[in-house]
């Protein structure tokens, strides 16, 4: 078989915690890798989710501004998180292999949807709007 080997240009950093407004329908008989050579893809701005998750998504994620961030890493299983001017639905991305037992914490007890991202990693629809905290935490 074919190996395809992909370069991630230097210019484009990619934060662990990250926020987008833009995803692309994967299909499961789709390879996430054949997607990655399109230029116009960039990681941590476009996030690849699965059918189910797109029909959720599709109309509740607006290409609005997208809010800004700030984290804190208090543990590798806490990380505090600030949103700043969010002013519609949007996603937020963390980079660690997916597990339901991430969990993002509001302090106004929001339930958040968790889903799959790019393969592998964790993604939530983040509802809230203006400024606010988060919580992200590990819970076995």
Known sequence: ?????????????????????????VEPSTSIFKMLGNPSLIPGKVVFITPENFNIL????????????E?????????????????APFILGFHESFDPNWKIKSSSNNNFLHFMIDGYANGYLINQLGNFN???IYEK
């Open 1 to 25: 078989g074919k190996l395809y080997i992909y370069e991630i240009s230097p210019e484009v950093r990619v934060d662990r915690i990250f926020v987008s407004n833009k995803f692309e329908l």
């Open 58 to 69: 599709k109309n509740q994620i607006d290409e609005k501004q997208l809010p800004k961030i």
């Open 71 to 87: 984290y804190i890493q208090n543990s590798t299983s806490n990380y505090r998180i600030n949103i700043i001017n969010s002013h």
């Open 134 to 136: 988060l919580s992200l």
